[in-house]
């Protein structure tokens, strides 16, 4: 199919997009100490060069000792790290690009990949890492409204060094994730409960922070998911009612745009429905949606990670038929941006037989 349903602008608050590509967000570990270098800066540049009309950043940390996991992961506050992103969106700026940079906290998730260990105290709702493992103390009233004005720092800070919105990490089992989930949010406070809708609590006041921060106008993105890295086959939500007790106390917020990542972004959400999680989360607030998962590859990240094997590209047609019925509004775009910085460009141009297959060996270089 043509690619048109792609390349249709897009406006909401602060931000004014060329088109519907988002550049998914994904961890490079290429800052050491957790300062963005000039080959990040260059990195970013080249996807927004080659028409890429969001780029979101890979996750950074908020101001809190255990934020991250990985030392070469970067962050979002202290002098040296926000020179480095302020580096990186005016080189974004100088070739027309837009950029939101994606603040997070990993809580409890570990990290297997490095034995360096974040100084304490480790932020949890109750202390686990994962369902039935406990790995440190549930989080303090005073823990948790220090980490609360954390998010709203990083904010206030992305707006004042010119992002063009901020994009919260609340997915993949990390630490906003981590009190939506049941399996490891065992609180009897106000930020725990038997429902999702109770504890959507605490990612309701992450929002209500950032929005104090940045204003009204400025765009406020969360990214969401079911499944977990601690557990691929969780679900929050198993009836759109469920769903809609969810993320309305997110969207009432403040919440602006909902990122809605699934592995692969083709399957459906429901039973007795096609649409996905993010034509759902559209259908059930009215918020825009970015879908993403697997877009424009064969194959999906964790298992082609977990077999050796690499990813093909793959027809766009199921994709671009259901933007073109506005079932969401905008498409994030992973490995495939990841290996190939001219793909947006390409599949404007109709030069689909230059697309470039995925490799594991993609994810050790700034490419």
């Known amino acids: 199919m043509a690619a ?19 550049m998914a967000p994904m961890t490079r570990s290429f ?17 927004a060069e080659a028409d890429v009309g969001l780029i979101l950043s890979e996750g950074t940390g ?30 974004v700026h100088a070739v027309g ?6 603040i997070w906290h990993v809580g409890s998730a570990r990290n297997p990949m490095t034995t360096w260990v974040a100084p304490p105290p480790v932020d949890s709702p109750s202390g686990l890492s994962s369902p039935g493992k406990r790995f440190t103390e549930p989080m303090t009233d005073e823990a948790i409204a220090d980490t609360l004005a954390a998010f709203g720092r990083a904010a206030a800070d992305a707006r004042r060094l010119g992002f063009d919105a901020v994009e919260i990490h609340g997915a993949h089992g990390y630490l906003i994730d981590q009190f939506f989930w049941d399996g490891v949010n065992q609180r009897a406070d106000r930020y725990g409960g038997g429902t999702i809708g109770e504890r959507a609590r605490f990612g309701a006041e992450v929002v209500k922070s950032i929005r104090a921060a940045v204003g009204e106008d400025f765009a406020i993105l969360l990214r969401l998911s079911q499944w977990k890295q601690q557990d691929f086959s969780v679900r929050l939500a198993h009836t759109p009612q469920e769903m809609e007790a969810w993320l309305t106390p997110l969207v009432e917020a403040g919440t602006d745009i909902l990122h809605c990542s699934q592995r692969r972004f083709w399957e459906p959400e429901f039973e007795g429905s096609p649409l996905n999680f993010a034509g759902w989360a559209r259908k059930l607030t009215g918020k825009p949606t970015i879908t993403v998962g697997s ?3 064969s194959g999906e990240f964790t298992e082609a990670l977990r077999q050796g094997a690499g990813s093909k590209p793959a027809s766009l047609d199921s994709l671009l038929e259901r933007l073109e019925r506005d079932e969401f509004d905008l498409v994030a775009v992973g490995r495939a941006l990841l290996t190939d910085p001219q793909w947006a460009q390409k599949i404007r141009e109709g030069r689909t037989h230059e697309l ?3 490799s594991r060996e993609s994810l050790t270089t700034l490419s």
């Open 31 to 47: 800052s050491p100490g957790g300062v963005p270098t000039p080959e990040v800066s260059a990195y970013y540049r080249r996807r």
């Open 4 to 22: 048109e349903a792609l390349f249709r602008p897009f406006s909401h608050k602060t931000l004014h997009l060329k088109n519907r590509i988002v």
């Open 295 to 297: 877009v424009g590859l």
């Open 97 to 102: 690009g837009k950029m939101a940079p994606q």
């Open 356 to 358: 470039m297959d995925f």
């Open 62 to 91: 908020i101001e809190r000792p255990s934020a991250l996991n990985d030392p070469n992961v970067p962050r979002f506050h202290g002098e040296q790290p926000l020179a480095g992103w302020k580096h990186v969106i005016d080189e």
